[in-house]
């Protein structure tokens, strides 16, 4: 008994370590939001459980971040980052997914979500970081984001990866375009 004890108790802390050390694995350190692998990963499982619905993919970055690393230091960059992904991921819907993409730049997985709602829901992203000031240990600040959305009408195949440039492409237009704003590529 004591033996059979023992083993279930070693089989039970290592089951806990593994679900530990996956967390980990999936999430990004600095944000507590999903890492590009587990983003990655959510987006083809909501992709392959559209029945035939709408989807949009939300590219965003923060403006400016070099020059906020530049002139206020890596830390207040860093608390930029937890900032602006925690008013973020306060402001999604309960299917919506968000995750940090690289560097200052998120996503967000917006199944069962038309190019008009995405529309609505970048815009009300742009809108909150803007009127929120973000306070650091170098002073508070004053912080935009610029969107670019790609989407999948309903009925529609495409991959990922080609969602993921059109996001890309509509988040440089909106740079180029003076930055604080949203840019979409869709054409439907």
């Not at 709408?54 to 020059?67: G, T």
């Not at 306060?90 to 995405?118: H, K």
Request: proline residues 3%.
């Amino acid at each position: 008994t004591a033996l059979i004890g023992s083993v279930a108790f070693i089989l039970m802390v290592k089951e806990r370590t593994d679900r530990e050390v996956l967390h980990l694995a999936m999430t990004d350190s600095l944000t507590g939001v999903p890492n590009r692998r587990a983003l990655m990963d959510q987006a083809l499982h909501v992709m392959a459980q559209r029945g035939g619905r709408p989807m949009s993919l939300l590219m965003i970055d923060v403006d400016h971040f070099k020059r906020i690393n530049d002139t206020l230091g890596h830390p207040a960059g860093d608390e930029v980052l937890r900032r602006v992904t925690q008013l973020l991921a306060e402001r999604l819907r309960g299917g919506d997914a968000i995750g940090r993409y690289g560097g200052e730049e998120c996503c967000v997985i917006a199944p069962n979500t038309d190019i008009r709602g995405a529309l609505t829901l970048a815009e009300s992203l742009r809108e909150i970081v803007a009127a929120t000031p973000i306070s650091t240990e170098a002073g508070e600040i004053s912080i935009t984001i610029s969107i670019g959305i790609s989407c999948c009408p309903s009925d529609t195949v495409r991959e990922l990866k080609d969602l993921l440039a059109d996001a890309d492409t509509a988040l440089y237009a909106a740079k180029d375009a003076g930055r604080n704003r949203v840019v979409s590529s869709c054409n439907c």
